[in-house]
């Protein structure tokens, strides 16, 4: 390089404060902290100074250059459409649950008694909170996630006993994980009864006796059985002599009117469940939990049985619960309740920022899912911000990444998925991405 060459770069030295306002720079300072960001645009200067960087690509030097964060996990924006996808960690926390994750991230007084300063009920908080939200249950217990829970019921309940169920809610839960397989993995046998689309009271009647444990039903969350189908419900169960034992999946308290056909914990033990399980982390809106809620005497007998230790959980998923537990919105339930209209109105506010900066889109009305092993065949009317197919990779792995689904040779982004405050950040992921990616120039296909 000639000397001349050097001068000039010494002269375009691009400023720090004009480098942390690049909007690229202001989302890592964001996710990293200013320091850190700070001490890569230091260096990148330099390396300008030294003629060995061309001042233009100076973000992208210190994006490259930034240290590997505490942790590989990165936020992602779930614009695909799917509100509880399973492969971005199903529901996304409100802020509520953030803020008391972080709270309670040092020491806390979990299992502490301040004014006594002696041992406590662990997470008793919590528990007050979750039985608060469903009165109908005698007590509550919280496990790992909703697999634990049926478990340490199975355990507990049914270990070398027998475990009435019927044929067609033997459930494959995802990722190759059969409910068959989970209860039997505790000692428990499994007495089916039915046929895959029919079983009657008469069925269960039949096979209860000494051997049981307990009657399980379970919800079909992932899939619909339709046509010639009868199933019993746990009022028809009642009478049996036996414990009945509920999985309703979701983690809905009380029954919500979008969603009829998903059963709730409060309706279940109105209709004479005993004990009801659930997962924390579906239509709760909650962090990965396992509820267990029902008669008080079943739920000391779970809490008592030494796995109960086992699938315990931390300070922090205690934290999360009950503030999900304690205030009412959070991103799921804002998500499958959004109205259409405003989605229509927010796609159309991102489709004109985008084209403000020079990125051409489109929008058209589409179908969200709840997804996640819940309400399987529920459609959700949504609109989508449709963007061409090659962005879907560079939107993924690009600096804030972003999640949509590729339909039809293009780029479809939902917004029932993305929380309401985000769609700024939005626009300026696709914005960043569409400047270094040549699809900016490919015409949006509608
Ligand atoms: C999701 C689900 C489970 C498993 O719950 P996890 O929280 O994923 O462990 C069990 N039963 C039903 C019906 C479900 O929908």
């Known amino acids: ?48 100074r030294d003629g060995a960087l061309d001042p233009g690509r100076v973000v992208e030097a210190v994006l490259a250059a930034l240290p590997p964060a505490g942790t590989t996990l990165r936020p992602v924006l779930n614009a695909t459409g799917a509100v509880l996808h399973t492969n971005l960690g199903r ?32 997470g008793r908080g919590t528990l007050d909170a979750l039985r608060g939200a469903v009165p109908a249950a005698g007590d509550v217990h919280v496990v790992n996630n909703g697999a634990a829970a049926l ?7 049914a270990a070398d006993r027998e475990i009435v169920v019927s044929r067609g809610e033997l459930v494959e839960i995802g990722d190759g994980f059969r409910l068959t397989d989970l209860l039997e993995s505790t000692g428990a046998r499994l007495r089916e009864v039915g046929t895959t689309n029919r079983t009657s009271v008469a069925d269960y009647r039949d096979a209860v006796g000494e051997r049981t444990g307990f009657v399980l039903k379970v919800h079909p969350s992932n899939f619909v059985v339709s046509g010639f189908t009868a199933a019993v419900g746990p009022e028809q169960l009642r009478g049996l002599g036996v414990p009945v034992v509920v ?26 469940a005993d004990l009801v399980t659930a997962s924390g982390d579906k239509l709760l809106g909650g962090p990965q939990a396992g509820l267990l809620l029902g008669e008080a ?42 109205d259409p209209g405003e989605l229509r109105d927010r796609s159309e506010r ?10 051409a889109a489109g929008v058209e009305p589409s179908v969200a899912v709840v997804g996640g092993g819940g309400a399987p065949g529920v459609e959700l009317p949504s609109w989508v911000v449709v963007l061409p197919a090659e962005l879907a990779v560079p939107l993924r792995t690009g600096a804030r990444p972003v999640a949509g689904r590729v339909e039809g040779g293009r780029l479809l982004l939902d917004l029932r998925t993305v929380p309401a405050g985000a769609d700024d950040l939005l626009v300026e992921a696709v914005t960043t991405t569409a400047a270094t990616t040549a699809a900016t120039t490919a015409e949006v296909l509608r």
């Not at 979990?110 to 300063?117: A, F, I, P, Q």
């Not at 478990?151 to 309940?157: C, F, H, Q």
């Not at 230790?309 to 999900?324: F, G, Q, S």
């Open 91 to 122: 529901a996304q926390l409100s802020a509520a649950a953030v803020e008391a994750v972080v709270a309670a991230a040092g020491a806390t007084d979990v299992e502490m008694d301040l004014t006594t300063g002696r041992r406590a009920r662990r």
């Open 297 to 338: 005497g079943l739920v000391e007998r779970l809490r008592r049985h030494p796995l109960a230790r086992a699938l315990r959980v931390d300070k922090l998923t205690l934290a999360a619960l009950e503030a999900t537990l304690r205030a009412a919105p959070n991103p799921t339930r804002d998500a499958v309740h959004a």
């Open 151 to 157: 478990v340490l019921a199975a355990t507990a309940l």
């Open 350 to 359: 991102v489709v004109r920022a985008l084209a403000g900066a020079g990125v």
């Open 1 to 48: 390089m000639t000397q001349d060459a050097t001068q000039d770069h010494r002269r375009t030295v691009p400023r720090t404060d004009a480098l942390l306002a690049d909007e690229r720079l202001v989302s890592a300072v964001r996710d990293r902290g200013r320091d850190v960001v700070k001490a890569a645009v230091r260096r990148a200067q330099q390396q300008v």
């Open 247 to 272: 999985d309703i999946g979701s983690g809905l308290l009380a029954p919500d009117p979008l969603l009829p056909a998903e059963p709730d914990a409060a309706s279940a033990l109105a209709a004479g």
